[in-house]
């Protein structure tokens, strides 16, 4: 691939980036205030314009229900268009409601069951109406200590319930199953992990595919390996992309393990065109800026993906895979870490004064005055 095509390619390049990103957030002790922070969906959506104002990158906002609940969402859709957005996935939330103590869409309880599973199609419901083709399921159902569930019922009735969510779902909309190692379940987790979203995915048919969360996985996961194995198995829907250090830290996109996040990136590749508008993969950021400034920490994992993108986009798979097919292991790591320490900044910046854009967004908005702005009218 040459340096044009190369160009044109990360040009192309967009995420979603997620409401709450923009919104406080915090730790089990803690929520702290960053100036700045939104207060609502629409300031959400105004801060999302912000960014793509300056990066271009931004493919649509996804959404989180009930943080981002509003009377009309049409008006919310059509508030988005106006802002040059679309509003991307939706995602339910099954992790703050007093009934689901011990279990949402796979709690013993039937009338709990059926609440979880009514609160699904509502979020579907607002799906047509925001015109929005991604359900993306993140399902914290699983036990505490031994004893306390029966791992088969439970597993069960959490497939019953997806089955009937399945069946309300539209033609042209996708399920999302994104596992979790542990949390808030710290004895057993009933969707733990992409086996386990892989069966249920197989399960219930080609609506629902496997979403992978980069900090959702033990420490040490082979990642890139699971992302090969489902890419081919036409079962790998979407990522979230964060970074972590010992768990679900929802940090800030290759900030830890940049060189994890390449390999990932050579994978996707071999798989999907990471530029079309229509991927056929979900590529959401998923982070909680619990120390930064919302809209440029946003800014910076948007670079940081940018740039990531660029250095897979050098990779010589034709050199590659004749290295491997010769085993010649040395040359086959040299090729990849060779595209890997390539800096490619340069790049970057050329193709953002081809689109008439700051060629460091980073610094443009922390001197702009229309971010300032904002920050001072949201106030503390």
Same mark, same amino acid.
């Given at each position: ?42 300031? !959400? ?47 339910? $939330? ?19 069951? +059926? ?15 925001? $015109? ?11 036990? $505490? ?6 791992? !088969? ?23 999302? &199953? ?23 995915? !197989?399960? &219930? ?5 496997? &979403? ?9 996961? $082979? ?5 090969? &194995? ?13 970074? %972590?250090?010992? =768990? ?45 400034? !919302? ?30 097919? +010769?085993?010649?292991?040395?040359? =086959? ?11 490619? %900044? ?35």
């Amino acid at each position: 691939m040459n340096l044009e095509q190369i160009k044109e390619k990360v040009k192309n390049f967009k995420v979603e980036v997620p409401s709450w990103g923009f919104a406080r957030s915090g730790t089990r002790f803690h929520s702290f205030h960053i100036p700045g922070e939104a207060r609502n969906v629409y300031e !959400k959506i105004d801060d999302a314009a912000l960014v793509n104002k300056v990066t271009d990158a931004v493919s649509a906002v996804a959404i989180h229900i009930p943080w981002d609940k509003v009377d009309d969402y049409k008006a919310l859709k059509e508030y988005a268009e106006n802002k040059g957005l679309k509003i991307g996935a939706v995602n339910p $939330n099954y992790f703050e409601d007093e009934d689901y103590l011990y279990g949402s869409l796979s709690n013993s309880n039937i009338k709990i069951r +059926e609440k979880a599973i009514d609160q699904t199609f509502e979020c579907i419901e607002i799906m047509r109406q925001v $015109n929005s083709k991604v359900l993306s399921m993140w399902i914290p159902d699983g036990s $505490n200590y031994p004893g306390q569930i029966d791992f !088969k019922r439970s597993f069960e009735l959490l497939e019953d319930s997806l089955r009937q969510i399945t069946k309300e779902l539209d033609d042209d909309m996708t399920m999302l &199953l994104e596992y979790k190692f542990f949390e808030p379940a710290f004895y057993s987790t009933l969707l733990c992990d992409w086996g386990t979203s892989y069966m249920l995915s !197989k399960e &219930l048919g080609e609506k629902v595919k496997v &979403l992978v969360d980069l900090g959702h996985h033990p420490q040490g996961t $082979n990642i890139e390996y699971i992302v090969s &194995l489902m890419s081919f198995k036409r079962k790998l829907g979407g990522f979230h992309f964060n970074s %972590r250090k010992y =768990a679900d830290d929802d940090l800030t996109v290759g900030s830890l393990n940049p060189y994890e996040l390449f390999l990932i990136f050579v994978e996707l590749n071999k798989n999907f065109d990471l530029s079309l508008e229509n991927k056929e993969i979900s590529l959401v950021l998923d982070q909680s800026h619990n120390v930064k400034p !919302k809209i440029p920490a946003v800014i910076q994992s948007i670079n940081n993906l940018q740039i990531t993108y660029i250095k897979s986009l050098l990779v010589d798979f034709g050199k590659l895979n004749k290295a491997q097919e +010769e085993h010649d292991v040395i040359k =086959a790591e040299e090729i990849l870490k060779s595209a890997y320490e390539t800096d490619v %900044r340069e790049i970057l910046r050329e193709v953002r004064k081809e689109k008439g854009l700051p060629e460091d967004p980073i610094k443009h908005i922390k001197e702009s005055d229309e971010y300032w702005k904002i920050v001072k009218e949201r106030g503390k």
